[in-house]
């Protein structure tokens, strides 16, 4: 990506913090780019860096080395006045909202105006096209205390707007908000970023936020970046251990690994079994290559567990099979699995401690 086309550019950036006297490093050696017009997104659990991360982007945060560069300014060698400036044309939202209580839902919105060189009608103006712009023109008047927890947010969205940002940040704005909810505000999001041409850059520890309206993602742990590229790539061949936690606790099968232990399927296998874990990419469908299964080889399919999720135009199955054949043919069957792209996992062996024990 060339500099120009670059939203942001971070390059080796390290915040480090004092802590009685020992040295913590929030953030340790990231570099990336976000694309102009694009969504980015990073994951990862608390504690991570991200928060700090973000804060670096406009400079809330100066990082202990590397550097800052926005639209493409650096941000370290800015007078004050510049940093203002630019600071303005980055939004922020939080998990928290940060409403002012004692303001209605239209004040709040013009609050980030002011400051500025506009008059009281105008800025009432715009204030009405944000809120219509976030779907709450009707609740000019209300108070933040009247507001469900996606309404709220929706107010900080439209506040964040104000000042026509080329940039939003959102630092978990989803995290308080149930998954129907999540879902609308993602959709504003992207509404946003389609309609305006804003850059989202998202930080939040869900994998499912990521999957459905990032396009490229960053995997942070203790202050490192562990794995980036495009969501697609990233969900179809994870290659860290904590990027294949995320992605499998997105569809679910991190319960589905549970319920194998709680249901003792391995102790209860029969000699002629085998129990398989099966991740299907775009290429292989998993009712083609099931059925083929029994079709050609004999092989009988008792699937426990099936989940297919749709990402960046790729479409990734997972699903927990007992495979069961008489004539103890089954690894025919389980090549054939693999030749068909099918990454197929053996757990029938993978016993438990009490198992090893007796
Ligand atoms: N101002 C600060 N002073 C000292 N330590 C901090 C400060 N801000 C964050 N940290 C520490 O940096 C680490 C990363 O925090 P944070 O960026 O908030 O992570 P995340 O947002 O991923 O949960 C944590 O260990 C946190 O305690
Ligand atoms: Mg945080």
């Known amino acids: 990506m060339s500099e120009k086309q670059a939203a942001i550019d971070l390059k080796n950036i390290t915040v480090a913090f004092d802590k009685k006297g020992e040295t913590l490093t929030a953030v340790d050696d990231v570099s990336l780019q976000v694309k102009r017009g694009s969504i980015y997104g990073i994951v990862g659990y608390s504690g991570a860096g991200k928060s700090t991360l973000v804060r670096v982007i406009n400079l809330l945060q100066r990082p202990t080395s590397g550097t800052v560069t926005v639209s493409e300014q650096n ?52 204030a009405q096209e944000l809120l219509k712009l976030v779907g709450l023109a009707d609740y ?7 507001l469900s927890g996606g309404q709220k947010q929706r107010v900080a969205i439209a506040r964040a707007l104000a000042n026509d940002p080329d940039i939003l940040i959102s630092d978990e704005a989803t995290s308080a908000l149930d998954p129907q909810t999540t879902d609308s505000i993602l959709q504003l999001l992207q509404k946003l970023n389609q309609k305006l041409g804003l850059t989202v850059f998202l930080i939040t520890h869900e994998m499912q936020v990521i999957k459905s309206i990032c396009q490229q993602v960053a995997v942070m742990e203790n202050g490192r970046i562990i794995e980036s590229g495009s969501v697609g790539q990233v969900f179809a061949r994870p290659q860290q251990p904590l990027t294949r936690d995320f992605i499998e606790s997105a569809a679910n099968v991190t319960q589905m690994r549970q319920q194998i232990v709680d249901d003792q399927l391995r102790e209860n296998l029969q ?17 083609s290559v099931i059925s083929e299964l029994t079709a050609k080889y004999g092989i009988k399919a008792n699937i426990l567990f099936a989940n297919v999720q749709k990402v960046a135009q790729l479409s990734l199955g997972y699903m927990l099979v007992i ?36």
């Open 75 to 126: 941000l370290q060698k800015l007078s004050d006045k510049k940093l203002r400036e630019v600071r303005q044309k980055i939004g922020m939202i939080f998990q928290q909202f940060n409403l002012l209580r004692s303001r209605t839902v239209l004040n709040n919105v013009e609050y980030p105006l002011l400051g500025e060189k506009i008059s009281r009608a105008k800025r009432k103006k715009k």
């Open 140 to 146: 000019a008047s209300s108070y933040p205390e009247d």
């Open 271 to 287: 000699p002629n079994e085998r129990l398989l874990y099966l991740k299907f990419s775009s290429n292989a469908t998993s009712e």
């Open 323 to 358: 495979l069961s054949e008489k004539n103890g043919k089954i690894q025919v069957g389980i090549d054939y699995l693999q030749e068909s792209g099918v990454t197929v996992n053996d757990l029938t062996e993978q016993k438990g401690e009490n198992a090893n024990a007796s």
